[in-house]
T-cell receptor, first 115, second 114 residues
Framework: NAGVTQTPKFQVLKTGQSMTLQCAQD?????MYWYRQDPGMGLRLIYY???????DKGEVPNGYNVSRLNKREFSLRLESAAPSQTSVYFC??????????????FGEGSRLTVL | QQQVKQSPQSLIVQKGGISIINCAYE??????FPWYQQFPGKGPALLIA?????SEKKEGRFTISFNKSAKQFSLHIMDSQPGDSATYFC?????????????FGKGITLSVRP
């Protein structure tokens, strides 16, 4: 049971390049999330998807787009990368509140550097 | 406005000592308060959680104390071990339809000295 799988684990981009971070979960969870983690800033929500076909902005959505491809997969796209997007990105998933009240299951992270 | 505030920002404890991390929240609609533990190079993982109708929850060496009137909760790690060295995040959950939305504190790095 892999849980939440993120690819790639590491990526270096030049300013202005685009890329997509991939995330897949095998726990049949409805909700999926993208967070970024920066020193001293904690975990900040970029986008989330409550169910297949729906997405909503989080705290820091600017510069990002997301796609909930199906129930398993939730991708994060940077259209024109900027140095301020250098961060560690985490994908997470969670079951509905009827199962538990908000436990998130995280992937191992994708470390992105924008030069 | 930061809805969940953690203190201190970092903590160094000797092996065998007690580690105490505090969190304060603003929104009284929060109904679930988890603590997440993160080791270097890994994603955060749920450590222990509490609901607001309980004042204390203990799991092994880890205890959450919850003070609803003060809107504060804290994590106590008894007999701290070097293997407890990690980043700890408090969080608070609010209903969002059929799902939950978590707000995290900024995290605190705990170092347990041998």
């Amino acid at each position: 049971n892999a849980g939440v799988t993120q690819t790639p684990k590491f990526q270096v981009l030049k300013t202005g390049q685009s890329m997509t971070l991939q995330c897949a979960q095998d726990m049949n969870h409805n909700s999926m999330y993208w967070y970024r983690q920066d020193p001293g800033m904690g975990l900040r929500l970029i986008y989330y998807s409550a169910s297949e076909g729906t997405t909503d902005k989080g705290e820091v959505p600017n510069g990002y787009n997301v796609s909930r491809l199906n129930k398993r997969e939730f991708s994060l796209r940077l259209e024109s990368a900027a140095p301020s997007q250098t961060s560690v990105y985490f994908c997470a998933s969670s079951p509905p509140r009827t199962v538990n009240t908000g436990e998130l299951f995280f992937g191992e992270g994708s470390r992105l550097t924008v030069l | 406005q930061q809805q969940v505030k953690q203190s201190p920002q970092s903590l160094i404890v000797q092996k065998g000592g007690i580690s105490i991390i505090n969190c304060a929240y603003e929104n009284t609609a929060f109904d679930y308060f988890p603590w997440y533990q993160q080791f270097p190079g890994k994603g955060p993982a749920l450590l222990i959680a509490i609901r607001p109708d309980v004042s204390e929850k203990k799991e092994g060496r880890f205890t959450i104390s919850f003070n609803k009137s003060a809107k504060q909760f804290s994590l106590h790690i008894m007999d701290s071990q070097p293997g407890d060295s990690a980043t700890y995040f408090c969080a608070a959950s609010i209903p969002a339809g059929a799902n939950s939305k978590l707000t995290f504190g900024k995290g605190i790095t705990l170092s347990v000295r041998p």
